[in-house]
């Protein structure tokens, strides 16, 4: 089964991908805390972790629109990540209500909402899986990467 076939598939492996980087990141904190493991640890998992919790983002914000969640289930989805684990809760939640049922929205449906400018651009997209992964990945790619230039919030100078 492929990881882009349905909205599900890719939501489920990106939540649990998330969660598994929350336990790595964390591990390597608490090696780092009591044995002094290298920074470089924490640098190689933090940026592991960095990008799939953006991919995690991304892949919510694609979700929630096609599985029409409303803005706030799809902001909510996307800001869960912040917190350890929370969205495992939140992946089962939307699971058992049905809500990561069905396929993406590629075709023309009865609901008047597929005749917004948003719903045809979404499709179009939809209907271009290549040049959508690839959009997806530069605004991932383009995320990650002004983060990484910014730099840790520790790091940040202080303003008087």
């Known amino acids: 089964m492929s990881l882009f076939k349905a909205p599900k598939s890719i939501y489920k ?7 598994v980087t929350w336990t790595l990141l ?20 933090g940026g592991v972790h960095g990008l799939i919790f953006l991919a995690y983002g991304a892949s919510s914000a694609l979700v929630g629109v096609n599985q ?33 049922e069905g396929a993406w929205r590629k075709e023309v449906t009865e609901d008047q909402r597929d005749a917004f400018w948003f719903d045809r651009l ?10 959508l992964a690839l959009a997806l990945f530069a ?3 383009t995320i990650f990467a002004s983060l990484l230039i910014v730099g840790p919030p520790g790091g940040w100078p202080k303003t008087n």
């Open 13 to 19: 492996t990106l939540a649990f991908a998330e969660a």
């Open 26 to 45: 964390l591990a390597g904190l608490a090696v780092k805390a009591t044995v002094g493991a290298p920074q470089t640890l924490l640098t190689v998992v």
């Open 68 to 100: 029409r969640w409303g803005l706030g289930r799809t902001v909510l989805a996307v800001a869960l990540a912040v917190v350890p684990y929370a969205t495992i809760p939140f992946e089962r939640s939307v699971e058992k209500r049905g809500r990561l």
């Open 139 to 141: 605004a991932v790619a």
């Open 122 to 131: 979404f499709r179009w997209f939809l209907n271009r899986p290549a040049l």
